[in-house]
């Protein structure tokens, strides 16, 4: 089946204007996270969906970013006044169940640049 | 001291070797492990996953744990070139309820023919 789909592949936006970067999760999967991953560094946890339950959002870097998964499917995180530093690679994931157990299967990423 | 260590590398071995990935955790309480491996450009994609302490093979993977010490390590043998690659390390830390993984930097692997 159709794994994690994440829109646009690719970004490059000017420092100041604002970004959503889409998720398309597993169908049937209860999970999803976003990750920020920067160039020859590792992952990055921003924010953790499970379900119906509010959000974990203890990895967010600042209130310019925001997510929201709407029905329990598609997320957007959202990146508003950007800043040079932001620019990383943006992964999704998604996860079945609620069991930490089981595999976080991840998106292809979006690539952003701020200039 | 951060939470979860992996030497960055890289690690070159020659074709037909063993590699052997090693990762430390700070979290005592952690209970998951994963190693993924990600290709240049590409996603983290999960290689192996381990629970117990122990070995677990699969294939030309071993996953290797020992809680006690705080340590799991990653044997991939007769090594080719396709395995290049950075392998990530991740833990299920028990302060965060086990539902977020926390990453290491990841060490890159490369295979010379």
């Known amino acids: 089946g159709a794994g994690v789909s994440q829109s646009p592949s690719n970004k490059v936006t000017e420092k100041g204007k604002d970004v959503e970067l889409r998720c398309d999760p597993i169908s049937g999967h209860t999970a999803l996270y976003w990750y920020r991953q920067s160039l020859g560094q590792g992952l990055e946890f921003l924010i953790y969906f499970q379900g119906n339950s509010a959000p974990d959002k203890s990895g967010l870097p600042s209130d310019r970013f925001s997510a929201e998964r709407t029905g329990g499917s598609v997320s957007t995180l959202t990146i508003q006044r950007t800043q040079q530093e932001d620019s990383a690679v943006y992964l999704c994931a998604s996860r079945f169940g609620q069991d930490s157990r089981e595999t976080q299967y991840f998106g292809p990423g979006t690539r952003l640049l701020v200039l | 001291q951060k939470e979860v260590e992996q030497n960055s590398g890289p690690l070159s071995v020659p074709e037909g070797a063993i590699a052997s990935l090693n990762c430390t955790y700070s979290?005592?309480?952690?209970?998951?492990f994963f190693w993924y491996r990600q290709y240049s450009g590409k996603s983290p994609e999960l290689i192996m996953s381990?629970?117990?302490?122990g070995d677990k093979e699969d294939g030309r993977f071993t996953a290797q744990l020992n809680k006690a010490s705080q340590y799991v390590s990653l044997l991939i043998r007769d090594s080719q070139p396709s395995d290049s690659a950075t392998y990530l390390c991740a833990v299920n830390h028990s302060n965060t309820g086990f539902q977020k993984l926390v990453f290491g930097t990841g060490t890159r692997l490369l295979v010379s023919p």
């Open positions: 381990i629970y117990s302490n």
């Open positions: 979290d005592r309480g952690s209970q998951s």
